[in-house]
């Protein structure tokens, strides 16, 4: 039991975190004071041996000028806190030790050791390490051979050294506590910190479970990771609520506009069953049944395409298409209801003017705008199809002189499902602007609209650019 409740407890990402943490920390400091050590002992041993390379000098250059009697003299004229440290020996050619100084309280290294250093030195000078028995301290004496086969040997006592050595050791281990408690504070501190966000984003994802879907992650402003993070997710819960609240209306806004077909298809479907034989009313309302599927179908795959082209998924086929081949095709499938209408249909677009787009998609979106610019226009009216080359972009203007729209209307009219007041008593299903503007952007492009009450309206649709050099 004890052992699923640590493992559970050394399992979660803050323990861990705050572990790793306190661990790096007391590792850093670890290695911080061995370097400093390292350097010190390095530094001072250095220090020491250079000041008896000096020594050994002056020693040496004694006893060139004065032998065994000179270095002795030499002894004799040190100061006081020179000889405390100050070791010296005289070994002439035959390995005999002519002269020895010991530094005070360094009785106990056994300098036995350095009998016959004259046979067993084949360098011209080395340095000499001589341990005491509990190695605190030691004898460090560089030895050098004379002209004369004699062997000269200054040296000194470490205890110094060692001792501050010491000093700083022992204040590392004061300070060892009062630093890991300190780190391991700041580990805790970093470690909630660190994970405060997290937190947040976790507290923010249970509200959205609860159907809280208004939860958001504060962001504080300013420009480090976190609070990208924060903007990120708060942009995509705005997008999954804008998705949520699109897909809701649109739902609302099919079961709305399916009532109507649906109740007229079951009212026409009761009626033909309560009347008795008659074969003409059974065509009648099997016509009308038609219809009112027709409609139906039309609504789901319209809505289907909108879908498909806002998600990406949508696979178009572009090519290089002639703009006014389109048009005519367009307008011809229109003239019937544009002549019932009473409508003038004009194309103005430029006979060689290209385009590079999915020409059975095209044709389904400028033949919307074909089809609104008709059934919203006055008796007598006129319906003109443009377009004009831009930098980038080609610019395909459908413009009437109907009733037209008011300005508060534009942002509406492409939202799907949406439909003017004035024309909700006219045939339709409200979804050809929303899919216009879906193939456009779907292409590349963009759509937008200028218009005002009795003044007509002016559609545009911008696509891609092509020149005619450019294969298709």
């Given at each position: 039991?004890?052992?699923?409740?640590?493992?559970?407890?050394?399992?979660?990402?803050?323990?861990?975190?705050?572990?790793?943490?306190?661990?790096?920390?007391?590792?850093?400091?670890?290695?911080?004071?061995?370097?400093?050590f390292?350097?010190?002992?390095?530094?001072?041993?250095?220090?020491?041996?250079?000041?008896?390379?000096?020594?050994?000098?002056?020693?040496?250059?004694?006893?060139?000028?004065?032998?065994?009697?000179?270095?002795?003299?030499?002894?004799?004229?040190?100061?006081?806190?020179?000889?405390?440290?100050?070791?010296?020996?005289l070994?002439?050619?035959?390995?005999?030790?002519?002269?020895?100084?010991?530094?005070?309280?360094?009785?106990?290294f056994?300098?036995?050791?350095?009998?016959?250093?004259?046979?067993?030195?084949?360098?011209?000078s080395k340095?000499?390490?001589i341990?005491?028995?509990?190695?605190?301290?030691?004898?460090?004496?560089?030895?050098?051979?004379?002209?004369?086969?004699?062997?000269?040997?200054?040296?000194?006592?470490?205890?110094?050294?060692?001792?501050?050595l010491?000093?700083?050791?022992?204040?590392?281990?004061?300070?060892?506590?009062?630093?890991?408690?300190?780190?391991?504070?700041g580990?805790?501190?970093?470690?909630?910190r660190?994970?405060?966000?997290?937190?947040?984003?976790?507290?923010?994802?249970?509200?959205?479970?609860?159907?809280?879907?208004?939860?958001?992650?504060n962001?504080?402003?300013?420009?480090?990771?976190?609070?990208?993070?924060?903007?990120?997710?708060?942009?995509?819960?705005?997008?999954?609520?804008?998705?949520?609240?699109?897909?809701?209306?649109?739902?609302?806004?099919?079961?709305?506009?399916l009532?109507?077909?649906?109740?007229?298809?079951?009212?026409?479907a009761?009626?033909?069953?309560?009347?008795?034989?008659?074969?003409?009313?059974?065509?009648?309302?099997?016509?009308e049944?038609?219809?009112a599927?027709?409609?139906?179908?039309?609504l789901?795959?319209?809505v289907?395409?909108?879908?498909?082209?806002?998600?990406?998924?949508?696979?178009l086929?572009?090519?290089?298409?002639?703009?006014?081949?389109?048009?005519?095709?367009?307008?011809?499938?229109?003239?019937?209801?544009?002549?019932?209408?009473?409508?003038?249909?004009?194309?103005?677009?430029?006979?060689?003017?290209?385009?590079?787009?999915?020409?059975?998609?095209?044709?389904?979106?400028?033949?919307?705008?074909?089809?609104?610019?008709?059934?919203?226009?006055?008796?007598?009216?006129?319906?003109?199809?443009?377009?004009?080359?831009?930098a980038?972009?080609?610019?395909?203007?459908?413009?009437?002189?109907?009733?037209?729209?008011?300005?508060?209307?534009?942002?509406?009219?492409?939202?799907?499902?949406?439909?003017?007041?004035?024309?909700?008593?006219?045939k339709?299903?409200?979804?050809?602007?929303?899919?216009?503007?879906?193939?456009?952007e779907?292409?590349?492009?963009?759509?937008?609209?200028?218009?005002?009450?009795?003044?007509?309206?002016?559609?545009?649709?911008?696509?891609?650019?092509?020149?005619?050099?450019?294969?298709?």
């Amino acid at each position: 039991m004890f052992a699923k409740k640590a493992k559970r407890f050394f399992a979660q990402f803050g323990v861990r975190i705050f572990i790793f943490q306190a661990l790096f920390f007391a590792l850093s400091t670890l290695f911080l004071f061995g370097s400093v050590f390292g350097l010190m002992s390095t530094t001072l041993k250095q220090k020491d041996r250079e000041l008896v390379q000096a020594k050994e000098s002056a020693f040496a250059f004694r006893y060139a000028n004065g032998g065994a009697a000179g270095v002795k003299q030499m002894i004799a004229e040190q100061e006081p806190e020179d000889k405390i440290w100050l070791f010296a020996r005289l070994e002439d050619s035959s390995g005999k030790a002519t002269l020895l100084h010991i530094p005070k309280d360094s009785e106990e290294f056994d300098v036995k050791f350095l009998d016959g250093t004259a046979s067993k030195q084949k360098e011209r000078s080395k340095w000499i390490v001589i341990d005491t028995p509990g190695d605190e301290d030691a004898l460090e004496i560089l030895s050098e051979r004379m002209p004369d086969g004699a062997i000269l040997q200054i040296g000194h006592n470490t205890d110094d050294r060692e001792q501050s050595l010491d000093v700083l050791q022992n204040i590392f281990l004061g300070l060892s506590l009062p630093i890991l408690l300190i780190g391991a504070l700041g580990a805790y501190f970093f470690s909630k910190r660190t994970l405060k966000p997290i937190r947040r984003l976790i507290a923010t994802l249970h509200d959205l479970k609860e159907g809280n879907m208004s939860a958001r992650l504060n962001d504080n402003g300013t420009q480090d990771e976190i609070s990208e993070l924060s903007r990120t997710f708060n942009q995509l819960l705005d997008r999954i609520q804008d998705l949520l609240t699109g897909m809701k209306r649109t739902v609302n806004d099919i079961a709305h506009d399916l009532r109507t077909p649906m109740t007229r298809f079951r009212g026409v479907a009761e009626k033909a069953l309560q009347s008795e034989d008659n074969l003409v009313l059974y065509r009648e309302a099997l016509t009308e049944c038609v219809e009112a599927s027709d409609r139906i179908l039309t609504l789901v795959d319209t809505v289907m395409d909108i879908a498909e082209a806002k998600s990406g998924s949508i696979q178009l086929k572009c090519k290089q298409v002639n703009l006014r081949a389109i048009v005519d095709e367009i307008l011809d499938l229109y003239e019937v209801v544009a002549e019932e209408a009473e409508v003038e249909l004009i194309n103005q677009v430029p006979a060689d003017l290209t385009v590079l787009a999915d020409s059975r998609h095209l044709v389904r979106a400028i033949g919307n705008l074909v089809d609104n610019a008709v059934k919203y226009n006055n008796r007598g009216g006129h319906v003109w199809v443009s377009a004009v080359r831009e930098a980038t972009m080609v610019r395909i203007g459908v413009s009437d002189d109907g009733i037209g729209i008011a300005e508060n209307e534009h942002p509406k009219i492409w939202t799907r499902l949406y439909r003017i007041d004035e024309s909700r008593s006219r045939k339709g299903l409200g979804l050809g602007l929303t899919l216009v503007k879906a193939i456009a952007e779907a292409h590349g492009g963009r759509v937008a609209v200028e218009s005002a009450i009795g003044k007509g309206a002016e559609f545009r649709l911008w696509l891609p650019n092509v020149d005619r050099s450019q294969p298709g």
